[in-house]
């Protein structure tokens, strides 16, 4: 008896692909030399090429020559050293919450774990279950909180008219929604539109949100990428923290520390009362124990090896200054590109926008454009990722912008 075509299976209808990695199918899958990847948020070196910066491989040979070392589960929460020096990180060397131990920081899987650990936990105990992420936000945002049972509102953040910020928007819609409600903040670099608050206007977001007891979660994808420096990348976060107030903070070590792959990164709550902070650490032992157990060692260990040693530590800055200053090069160069040409537009939201991504204005139509006719990829909403391009790319994309701009409407 034949079992083909009897698969208890056969009923699931394939899913769409993901709308960035799709990116990436679609430009694989295209056989010209002049091809370019600007969809994916991963640095790339002026050669086009992943970065390993020295300071990891240091810090992996370290681990490796160092024979105490073993492969054993880590606790539920993660490394315990990884977990201060990360608090450390994006709260500040002198931060009250931190000495009050206020804080609860736990390993997860880079930023989305720790988004998706931090989503669970209020989806169980946390009394609103509304969240409020901005218009737009990152395309996983509103996924990873609906699947951990919380309704998704969004407030107003883009303006496509100034190609700035909609601040009264902002103020409006957070100022409209019901009190206790959750509210998703990007700590620097927002993706994709690369538009940051200013530090007035993040006063004013601050007070709003704390006159109405709304709960920031804020997500940190980006500390140190967007200026340069992890001090000033933090400042919005610090400021909500410096109130006394409570919130939520989810940090990737992907694109600072170039550990994409390695999955790093960590959750912090901070409470208002060191008595309560134990009590939330134990129920996030319970929303991780059955998703993954328990965090992997690698990475995490190569965090702390570095962020524990001063010399480790300032090398890493360095690396890490550079790699945002060679965005920002990249910004300046297509901006003085498409105004030598004379592409139509005004075009100086390149050097205004911060960050990995530049949020170009260019429709899905003038995008499939592009790449059908000069095989340059990027998202559908026309963000760009200024990391995926270099000197020797800025000419290519300059003629491709200026071509659809100039014939596709
Ligand atoms: C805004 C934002 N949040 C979170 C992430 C999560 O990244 P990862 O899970 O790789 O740390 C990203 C990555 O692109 C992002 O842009």
Avoid at 38 to 66: M, Q, S
Avoid at 99 to 124: D, P, Y
Wanted: charged residues 20%; contains cysteine; aromatic residues 8%.
């Amino acid at each position: 008896m034949s079992i083909a075509n009897d698969s208890v299976f056969s009923h699931i209808v394939h899913a769409p692909e993901d709308p960035i990695l799709g990116v990436t199918v679609a430009y694989n899958k295209d056989q010209s030399p002049v091809k370019l990847n600007l969809g994916v948020g991963a640095y790339r070196t002026e050669e086009g090429k992943p970065l390993v910066l020295n300071v990891v491989r240091k810090a992996e040979r370290l681990l490796v020559d160092d024979n105490s070392r073993v492969k054993e589960y880590l606790p539920i929460t993660g490394l315990a050293d990884f977990n201060k020096l990360s608090a450390k990180l994006i709260f500040g060397a002198n931060s009250p919450a931190v000495s009050e131990n206020r804080v609860v920081t736990v390993q997860c899987l880079s930023g989305t774990g720790s988004l998706k650990v931090g989503a669970s936990f209020l989806g169980r105990h946390y009394h609103q279950k509304i969240i409020y992420i901005p218009l737009p936000t990152w395309g996983n945002h509103p996924k990873v909180f609906t699947i951990a049972g919380l309704s998704v509102k969004s407030y107003r953040y883009y303006n496509p008219s100034t190609r700035g910020l909609d601040f009264q928007g902002l103020l409006e819609d957070l100022g409209n929604a019901p009190n206790g409600s959750i509210v998703l903040l990007h700590a620097c670099a927002h993706n994709p539109t690369g538009v940051d608050p200013t530090p007035h206007q993040w006063d004013q977001i601050r007070q709003l949100m704390r006159a109405k007891a709304l709960l920031p979660f804020f997500d940190s994808a980006y500390q140190g990428f967007a200026s340069g420096s992890l001090d000033a990348d933090a400042d919005a976060v610090r400021k909500f923290v410096a109130d006394g107030g409570e919130c939520l903070a989810a940090q990737s070590y992907a694109k600072n520390m170039g550990l994409y792959g390695e999955r790093v990164g960590a959750l912090s709550i901070v409470c208002k009362s060191a008595d309560v902070a134990p009590r939330v650490e134990s129920q996030l032992k319970l929303v991780i124990r059955p998703m993954y157990s328990s965090p992997p060692i690698h990475g995490a260990s190569i965090v702390a090896t570095i962020l524990k040693n001063e010399e480790m530590y300032r090398e890493w800055t360095v690396e890490l200054k550079a790699m945002a200053d060679r965005i920002i090069r990249m910004r300046q160069q297509l901006f003085y590109a498409l105004k030598d040409k004379g592409t139509p537009g005004d075009w100086s939201h390149i050097v205004k926008q911060i960050g990995m991504f530049t949020f170009t204005g260019l429709n899905s139509k003038q995008v499939e454009f592009m790449a059908k006719e000069y095989h340059i990829y990027m998202t559908s909403d026309g963000r760009i990722s200024m990391a995926g391009l270099s000197s020797k790319t800025v000419p290519h994309l300059t003629e491709a912008i200026h071509a659809a701009v100039s014939n596709v409407a």
